[in-house]
C-alpha cells in the first residue's frame, strides 16, 4: 500500500482506521526527515496490515500542533484512534517497526 498524504481534511478517517496507523511527521528541509523518509516508505509497501501517512509540518501545523511535535521526524502509532507509541528522531527500520509491536 502506497503512503497516504495526510492532511486536515483526511485525518479523522485516517485515525479511525481498522488498521494501526503510522504516522510520519516530517519537513522536506530536515535532514533526518530525507533519512527516515524512504525507509517509512519501504514499510508501506511491505506492510498491508497497517495505513502509513505523512504529514508536512510545515504545511500542517494544526496537526503537528495536536501531537505536540516540538521534533521531527516524529513518528507516532495509533490504534483504535489512539496514540500508542510514538519517537522523534531519526531511527533505523528495525526500531521503527517495532513501534508497532
Same mark, same amino acid.
Given at each position: 500500500m502506497s503512503v497516504i498524504s495526510v492532511n486536515k481534511e483526511n485525518f479523522e478517517e485516517i ?23 524512504p525507509i517509512v516508505d519501504e514499510i508501506a ?5 497497517? %495505513? *502509513? ?5 510545515? +504545511?500542517?501545523?494544526?496537526? &503537528?500542533? @495536536?501531537?505536540?511535535? #516540538?521534533? $521531527?521526524?516524529? %513518528? *507516532? ?5 489512539? +496514540?500508542?507509541?510514538?519517537? &522523534?528522531? @531519526?531511527?533505523?527500520? #528495525?526500531? $521503527?517497526?517495532? %513501534?508497532?509491536?
Amino acid at each position: 500500500m502506497s503512503v497516504i498524504s495526510v492532511n486536515k481534511e483526511n485525518f479523522e478517517e485516517i485515525k479511525n482506521s481498522e488498521k494501526p496507523v503510522l504516522l510520519d511527521f516530517y519537513a522536506d528541509w530536515c535532514g533526518p526527515c530525507r533519512m527516515v523518509s524512504p525507509i517509512v516508505d519501504e514499510i508501506a509497501e511491505e506492510r498491508q496490515d497497517i %495505513l *502509513v501517512g505523512k504529514i508536512n509540518v510545515d +504545511i500542517e501545523s494544526e496537526l &503537528a500542533e @495536536a501531537f505536540g511535535v #516540538a521534533t $521531527i521526524p516524529t %513518528l *507516532v502509532v495509533m490504534k483504535e484512534g489512539k +496514540i500508542v507509541n510514538q519517537s &522523534a528522531g @531519526a531511527r533505523p527500520k #528495525a526500531q $521503527i517497526l517495532s %513501534l508497532l509491536d
